[in-house]
């Protein structure tokens, strides 16, 4: 539980979204383009975020679905911005994931010259802390 | 030297159950001048107010001090159980150790000795009160209703229905307000003109309300009881006395392409009209931004038909000034603009529809003959998409926070209607939930989905766009399904958020009346005194003070006109006396109590003064109308030379006080 609560307001943390101001009319899943390709929807990721059930979305392959176009920020009544919840979820995946794969020491090891300055960005992002 | 009296309330546990009113009583009763200091469980009961009476018999008491809950609650009953006892009302103080002490202190200690200083403050300032008399005022017996609507219509009915004068400000050339543009009417689906035009023509009828119509309030000054208004007559280039109402003019006009407002711009109307076949007053006006003869000075078409000679393009607005006791508010409400909801393309597709214009499109007088037509290529829609909510229940940079409160109910006419009418279209209403609370609504409602098999999907709403083929794509969620929905409709209709009219706020202003941040009318009440604003003599009547439908409109109307009528009812109204004085002596003329009083009440009078030599000198100096000061005391405050004082809290009595809190 106390997990629960701590992945929970860490997302929270770093969307700065407000999901309690959600009053739950899908208006954010009625405009997303991207909602056939998504196992749970921009309201879905809002209620369960604010449930603090993030097991089932980190694990999910609709964080990777979302295309950030901010159709849902621009258009929630409420001003809940699902697209920052979504982007919070999909880094806190991603970090996770260097938990449990990566450290940031085995890095350099893994670059060679032709590595693009792009890509160490990204492992410095996803694999930091 | 003062005999004062001190009685220490229990208020049952609310006082005593934090505050030991004993040892306050005990301690109270040491303080100078305190010839008797008593607890007692209830004093505002009749046995708690008779040992008041008691005591000032008793003792000869010329001063009661009651440490109780605050003035606001018992002031008033402790007030008048004094002046029975033969001591004048304004001699009694309350210190509040209730509200101010007992109900946020836990600790018994320190709840103790704040009631004592509390209670030993209101000793010091009785030390110094000195017997009031309230004046009085006379009531003129005349109410004016600001708005013409339903709710002003009704409010003015019931007035003169008691026997007093009405007059209507009515800005718009006829009375009926939005009532006028609905086609039928929840929840009994009965036709709005057949409801409403009897009472118009009542309107026009009794000789005890006048109507001034194309008509608005440019200012007000006074107070309850006398209030002085001057009226806007705006220039209709007609005379209402002659105009017969034939509608001659409103044929020949040549100029026909003006936007016609009653029909929400759907068609067009001349540049001279009536609104509508009911209007009341039936009397045509010329739109000034139209018509060619104001305008270049060429045509005269409409003074040429008028056989009533009616037609006067020279005319002019005209102010008028009328004395009321009373004002009632009426201003009514008006549809949001939807045109910033980009989603939902109403700037971009004619067949994107408000749910006011889907009521002239049924409506037998509209632009269609009440044939419900697609407004882009006049043909009948197969497909109707709903969306309820429309700028209502948002953030405040999103549209209004609050619910609109009708249109969930105006919905499902709507959506009811259009499948009784044409049962081959199908109709889809997208809702976040249906509010149907009031009488006989819930079951309105349901009929729509079962009989009438409308479909509510429980979801919003994300895009409509245009398509090439003059459909309509509504992209939407249904939240019950969890899927995305696309429907492709003929026509769209959005169920706007209301909101007051843009009037409302200067009208507020000039009636010193106080409004919410959402431009409603405050009542000054939200339980207790649900028709009248907290500023005396001014009531509030429909929508201005909150969204509301027909039923709840009519209601309200008529408990105002109550309020009016309780007013008029009486021939003086006792003033508060605890209102502002200038020392003349003092005061030197500089005006800046003038421009702090909220109720305009300070004049300056030009006095003749012997000074110490004995030579006369004129001088300017302040002068308050004790009918019209409310006793804020903001003046007091502001006078630079200590000249302004209010009776009943006079600087030395506030001093006083601050003295024994701070002993
Ligand atoms: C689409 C739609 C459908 C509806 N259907 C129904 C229904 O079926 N059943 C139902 O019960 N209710 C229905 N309603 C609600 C109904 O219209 C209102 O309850 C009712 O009109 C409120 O009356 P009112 O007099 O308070 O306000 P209004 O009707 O707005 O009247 C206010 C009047 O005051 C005038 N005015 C405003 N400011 C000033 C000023 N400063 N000076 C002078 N005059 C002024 C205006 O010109 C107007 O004539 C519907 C509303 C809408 C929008
Ligand atoms: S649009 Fe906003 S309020 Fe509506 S369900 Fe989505 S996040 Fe919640
Ligand atoms: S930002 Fe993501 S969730 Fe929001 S509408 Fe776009 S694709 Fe859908
Ligand atoms: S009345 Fe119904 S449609 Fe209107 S704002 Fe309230 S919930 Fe929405
Ligand atoms: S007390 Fe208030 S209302 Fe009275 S004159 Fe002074 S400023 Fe005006």
């Known amino acids: 539980m106390e997990n629960k609560t701590g992945m929970k307001e860490q997302i929270l943390r770093m969307s700065g979204a407000a999901v309690q101001k959600c009053m739950r009319c899908g208006k954010c899943s009625g405009t997303c383009p991207s909602y056939d390709e998504m196992e749970y929807h921009p309201h879905e990721f809002v209620y369960m975020v604010e449930k603090g059930d993030v097991e089932k979305l980190l694990k999910s392959e609709s964080v990777y679905k979302c295309l950030t176009c901010f159709a849902c920020v621009e258009r929630c009544p409420r001003g809940v911005e699902p697209a920052k919840v979504i982007e919070a979820v999909r880094l806190e995946a991603i970090r996770e994931q260097g938990r449990n794969h990566l450290k940031p020491d085995q890095i350099p090891e893994l670059l060679d010259e032709e590595t693009p300055g792009q890509l160490l960005m990204m492992a410095l992002r996803k694999y930091a802390k | ?663």
């Open chain 2, 1 to 663: 030297m003062q005999r004062i009296g001190v009685f220490v309330c229990h208020c049952g546990t609310n006082i005593a159950g934090t505050v030991d009113v004993k040892a306050v009583a005990e301690a109270l009763g040491r303080e100078p001048s305190v010839v008797t200091s008593v607890d007692y469980q209830y004093m505002c009961s009749e046995s708690g107010q008779n040992l008041i009476k008691d005591a000032i018999r008793d003792y000869k008491l010329t001063g009661v001090v009651v440490c109780s809950c605050s003035p606001r609650m018992h002031e008033n009953t402790f007030r008048k159980a004094a002046a029975a006892a033969g001591l004048n009302p304004y001699m009694v103080e309350i210190a509040n150790i209730r509200e101010q002490c007992s109900w946020i202190h836990k600790d018994v200690a320190e709840a103790t000795e704040k009631a004592i200083i509390l209670g030993r403050a209101a000793i010091a300032k009785v030390q110094l009160n000195a017997p009031l008399v309230a004046g009085e005022s006379p009531v003129i017996k005349r109410a004016l209703v600001i708005g013409g609507g339903i709710a002003g219509i009704q409010t003015a009915l019931d007035i003169a229905d008691a026997g007093f004068e009405v007059d209507i400000v009515e800005k718009q050339p006829t009375i009926g307000g939005k009532m006028t543009q609905l086609d039928k009417t929840f929840p009994t689906l009965d036709c709005a003109a057949c409801i409403l035009t009897p009472k118009m023509v009542e309107c026009a009828q009794n000789e005890l309300i006048n109507i001034y119509s194309y008509s608005e309030v440019d200012a007000v000054s006074g107070f309850v009881g006398n209030f002085s208004v001057k009226i806007r007559k705006k220039a209709r280039y007609v005379d209402e006395t002659k105009c017969t109402g034939c509608g001659l003019c409103t044929e020949k006009c040549p100029q026909k392409k003006v936007p016609n407002e009653f029909n929400l711009g759907m068609d067009n109307r001349r540049a001279v009209y009536i609104p509508f076949a009911q209007a009341v007053p039936k009397v045509a006006t010329i739109d000034a931004d139209y018509c060619t003869m104001l305008k270049t000075g060429k045509c005269g078409v409409c003074s040429k038909v008028c056989t009533a000679g009616a037609i006067n393009y020279k005319q002019t607005d005209e102010i008028v000034e009328r004395q009321y006791g009373a004002i009632v508010v009426a201003t009514g409400f008006n549809p949001i603009k939807v045109d910033k909801y980009d989603e939902y393309a109403y700037g971009q597709s004619k067949d994107v529809i408000t749910s006011l214009e889907f009521e002239r499109l049924t409506n037998a007088a509209g632009p269609t003959s009440g044939k419900l037509l697609r407004p882009s290529d006049g043909k009948h829609p197969h497909k109707i998409v709903f969306i309820q909510c429309v700028g209502s229940r948002c953030t405040p940079e999103k549209g209004k926070s609050y619910c609109s409160k009708i249109c969930c109910m105006y919905t499902a006419k709507h959506a009811m209607l259009t499948r009784e009418k044409y049962p081959d279209t199908e109709v889809y209403v997208f809702y976040i939930d249906v509010r149907t609370p009031g009488k006989n609504f819930d079951e309105f409602y349901r009929r729509a989905t079962e009989e009438y098999g409308v479909h509510y999907i429980k979801g919003m709403v994300g895009k409509v766009s245009p398509k090439a083929d003059g459909t309509l794509e509504v992209q939407a969620s249904d939240l019950i399904m969890n899927e995305q929905l696309r429907i492709d409709a003929d026509l769209v209709v959005l169920a706007a958020a209301i909101e007051p009219d843009k009037s409302a706020r200067p009208l507020a202003t000039m009636l010193t009346a106080s409004m919410d941040t959402n431009d409603f009318f405050t009542e000054a009440h939200p339980k207790l005194r649900p028709v009248e604003s907290p500023t005396a003599g001014i009531f509030l009547s429909g929508a201005c003070q909150g969204p509301k439908d027909i039923p709840e409109t009519v209601s309200q109307a008529g408990a105002a006109a109550a309020k009016v009528i309780g007013l008029l009812a009486k021939n003086k109204l006792t003033c508060n006396p605890c209102v502002a004085h200038s020392d003349e002596l003092l005061c030197n003329g500089c005006s800046q109590c003038a421009n702090v009083c909220p109720y305009g009440a300070i004049t300056y009078i030009e006095k003749e003064f012997v000074m110490p030599d004995r030579s006369k000198k004129i001088r300017r100096v302040a002068s308050v109308n004790p009918a019209v000061c409310q006793g804020c005391g903001a003046c007091t405050v502001t006078c630079p030379s200590g000249a302004m004082d209010l009776h009943g809290f006079s600087n030395r009595q506030i001093m006083a006080e601050v003295d024994a809190i701070c002993k």
